[in-house]
């Protein structure tokens, strides 16, 4: 009873830490649609109005390295109480602002609890789950954000068409005030927290090198980037890279475990693993516009026609989980990153419409539902305990600025054929093309990455097999 109350628990807490990220999400898809009426209502521009986006993925990029250090030093509620308490007093600033000021501040706020809650929903996973159940408890949590790239182009276009761009925010404060009270009785904390010196000058460092890459991606992607800003910041990226390392080097207090990036089974998942996040973006932002754009449909329609990829994932994503944990770890990872890319294979040679358009994100977010987490658990279940929180902050971290490349990514590929031809219906569908392509190659490369990591895997099996044979012989 008392092993079944716990894990009860533990699941409402993985629960109540992902509606957070959950949250964030869908406001941050949802928002992408409302800034033309946003634009009119501030007189901004649209370089102005994209700070809501930039500002928000910029703050969570930069905490979210730091929640190896803020696991040791804090306790799990007490995190959780910063990132809900900021999550409800950003939502409050935007959802009442009446100048962009107020707005940006709020999305900011929010950023603040997105970059303290992601990683620690996943730390809780794998420091709390039982060993044998940790695929399950990691789709359980994958499951509670693989709806909300979906979702939030459909409540955006159902929000703007029926209410002020305030309800994006005021309707989400009852969501979040029931967040709060589930994780208030569900959290627990299992190990104690140590009293770790803050490393500053590695902490200041990373976060200019951090800061200074998203920086550089949005400027180069923007299309009117300034080239003396872009050498600026490469000089400031490759200084504060270089002063990291270096501070880094032979401090016993380490921010984060940097020779986690020597070891080559997590190398070898970490690459497919920030591939399929950027492919995941890029196409939560390109099959909605192409739908509207290429295909002529409304905001609203076009919100809802993306919402059967989002169930695909969040189902999928809780079986892959069992499949991880009772049959093979390896086999929800091969026959989902092998569904993806066949998938485009079939996308590219298909005439794109709007059916094959919806059938190619339902089935690409299957293959996602698969594979995506359980690379993760897979790669993190391969280290040791001392150094888990460091190997998550780091997956935290590519996530985020996968992200931030993919939406980039396809908006640039769209922007380019659009502006190759005369007309926009037209120039949006060879956008769409090119997209398909690009995703095709990356796809491949995913695939190589993760049989690479599997025949690693299986290699090492055999001869530890082999070293325990021999041993037991003697």
């Not at 998550?392 to 640039?412: D, E, F, H, R």
Request: charged share 10%; with cysteine.
């Amino acid at each position: 009873m008392v092993f079944v109350e716990k894990n009860n628990k533990l699941v409402i807490s993985i629960i109540s830490i992902g509606l957070l990220s959950f949250l964030g999400i869908v406001i941050e898809t949802a928002l992408n649609i409302t800034f033309p009426r946003l634009m009119r209502a501030f007189s901004i521009s649209a370089s102005t109005v994209q700070w809501l986006t930039t500002g928000y993925m910029l703050v969570s990029t930069v905490l979210i390295p730091f929640g190896a250090f803020l696991r040791k030093r804090c306790r799990i509620i007490s995190l959780f109480r910063i990132a809900v308490f900021s999550f409800l007093a950003g939502t409050i600033c935007a959802g009442f602002a009446e100048d962009f000021l107020f707005l940006l501040l709020g999305r900011l706020l929010q950023g603040v609890a997105a970059g303290i809650g992601l990683p620690l929903m996943f730390s809780l996973i794998l420091e709390q789950a039982p060993r044998r159940s940790v695929g399950t408890f990691m789709g359980i949590g994958s499951l509670v954000i693989a709806f909300a790239p979906a979702v939030g182009p459909a409540y955006g276009g159902v929000i703007q068409r029926a209410f002020s761009w305030h309800m994006l925010f005021i309707l989400l404060l009852p969501l979040i005030i029931i967040t709060w009270l589930l994780g208030e009785f569900s959290i627990q904390q299992v190990a104690p927290t140590k009293k770790v010196a803050f490393d500053l000058r590695g902490g200041i460092s990373l976060a200019a090198l951090l800061t200074a890459t998203l920086l550089l991606i949005v400027n180069l992607t923007s299309g009117n980037g300034s080239l003396i800003l872009q050498i600026l910041l490469i000089v400031i990226i490759i200084i504060s890279c270089a002063a990291f390392l270096y501070f880094e080097r032979n401090n016993p207090q380490r921010l984060l475990e940097i020779t986690l990036l020597k070891n080559t089974q997590f190398i070898s998942l970490l690459i497919p693993f920030f591939l399929l996040q950027l492919m995941s973006l890029s196409m939560s932002y390109l099959v909605p516009n192409v739908l509207e754009l290429g295909f002529k449909q409304s905001t609203t329609v076009a919100g809802f026609l993306v919402l059967p990829a989002a169930v695909a994932d969040a189902m999928v994503a809780a079986v892959a989980g069992l499949v991880y944990d009772k049959i093979n770890r390896f086999l929800p990872i091969l026959v989902g990153t092998g569904l993806i890319m066949l998938t485009f294979l079939a996308a590219n040679l298909l005439v794109p419409s709007v059916i094959t358009l919806v059938l190619t994100y339902t089935i690409f977010m299957v293959g996602l539902g698969f594979s995506y987490s359980n690379i993760m658990t897979l790669s993190l279940s391969r280290l040791s305990t001392a150094v888990t929180n460091d190997g998550n902050a780091i997956y935290m971290t590519v996530q985020s600025y996968s992200g931030a490349v993919g939406i980039a990514l396809s908006a640039s590929l769209i922007s380019f054929a659009q502006k190759q031809s005369a007309d926009l219906e037209m120039g949006t569908k060879a956008g769409l093309n090119l997209n398909l392509l690009v995703l095709l190659c990356l796809a491949i490369i995913v695939l190589c990455f993760c049989l690479i990591s599997v025949r690693q895997s299986v290699r090492e099996s055999v001869d530890g097999l082999q070293d325990t044979k021999e041993l037991s012989k003697k």
